[in-house]
């Protein structure tokens, strides 16, 4: 494969400048001086080519350890060529690549697979370190004790959730910096570092939590259809966690406020499982036949008036399923009726 040329090189960083994500953007520029100008389009540039080589050449699949470390190479050529020159331009670039070659970096190593498993493992406590170190503060200095003092924690985890072996050489051979992605926050307002992509993923476990919540309540719809007086259960905690982790995390609320949003339906859904289980009983209880508004519904049937029409009867449902449910179901009625309408739970 051809190597990208200079030009090519020198546009793309050009894009790169323009879209920095430090605080430098907004000091006073002090333009390169020819000397300057010389090195970083002489020297730098040319590493940024042979990044730019090494991840065309090569398709994740084909990244091994070595392959992985030659582009850890020539990022750190690039950070270090950039910070020996003084001028803005350069500096931007600097900070550029710093958190363009750690997302590089994170690929190559497989720890952007690694990175939930330990995380479910913190989340659940499943092992006694995770509850020695708070890996989840939001306390950067509390997490960073954590990470730095919880090494054999997390690269035990890492083994025991069979990491790829390329993401264990990453924890053995460069844990510091992973210490500061997970605990230094980026001086930027656009939230694209891979620190907060990182905080991010701390809500997958509680995601996981719902989405094994909504399967296991249906099923106890199906299983407990027959009993006199369904459960009535409250919304379930798990949805207040969910929405205070998204909260947290600027990822969400910036980038993927659609995301954020179907999260949020989904734990309405969950919220109305006692309400479709009672609408569920309703349908097949026998006593259902002695209410007035069901027996007008089945004797009368018409054109406007079905004879299923007490299912969208309100005050007739209303009756019927504090009736057969008990009266807890109709605290929240009113809500739960117009929220069953287009929840497609039932």
Known sequence: MRKPTLLVCLVMSYFNF??????????????????????????CLRY??????????YPPTQ???????????????????????????AQRS???????CEKIEFNNYKMQECIPKFYE???????????????????????????????????????ERRCD??????????????????????DEKKCSSLHDEMISKQCQPVLL??????????????????????????????????????????????HNQTNANAYKEGCEKLTLVPFSL????????????????????????SSTMPRNSFLEDKECMRTMMGGICGAAILENFDRDWEASKTADLF
């Open 18 to 43: 323009v879209d920095s994500k430090s605080n430098l953007l907004n000091s006073p520029l002090r333009v390169c001086t020819p000397k300057e100008q010389f090195v970083l389009e002489g020297k």
């Open 48 to 57: 940024v080519n042979d990044l730019m080589y090494l991840t065309e050449e």
């Open 63 to 89: 990244i091994t350890v070595p392959i992985a470390k030659n582009m850890s190479s020539a990022c750190e050529k690039i950070t270090s060529c950039f910070a020996e020159i003084e001028c803005d331009e």
């Open 94 to 100: 600097k900070e550029v690549y710093e958190r363009k």
């Open 121 to 159: 493992t913190v989340y659940n406590k499943s092992r006694h370190c995770t509850v020695e170190f708070d890996f989840f503060s939001t306390d950067l200095k509390t997490r960073r004790d954590a990470y730095i003092n919880g090494k054999s924690c997390v690269v035990s985890i890492a083994n």
């Open 165 to 186: 072996e390329k993401a264990l050489e990453y924890l053995n051979s460069s844990y510091d910096k992973f210490v500061d992605i997970m605990s230094i926050k980026p």
């Open 209 to 254: 939590k719902l989405g094994n919540g909504v399967v296991g309540s249906l099923d106890k719809l199906i299983k407990n259809a027959n009993e006199t007086k369904p459960a009535v259960e409250n919304r379930p905690d798990v949805c207040d966690e969910l929405q205070n982790c998204l909260q947290k995390s600027c990822f969400y609320t910036q």
């Open 278 to 301: 009672c609408k569920f009983q309703v349908m097949i209880s026998p006593t259902s036949t002695s209410y007035k508004c069901v027996i007008d519904s089945l004797l009368n049937p």
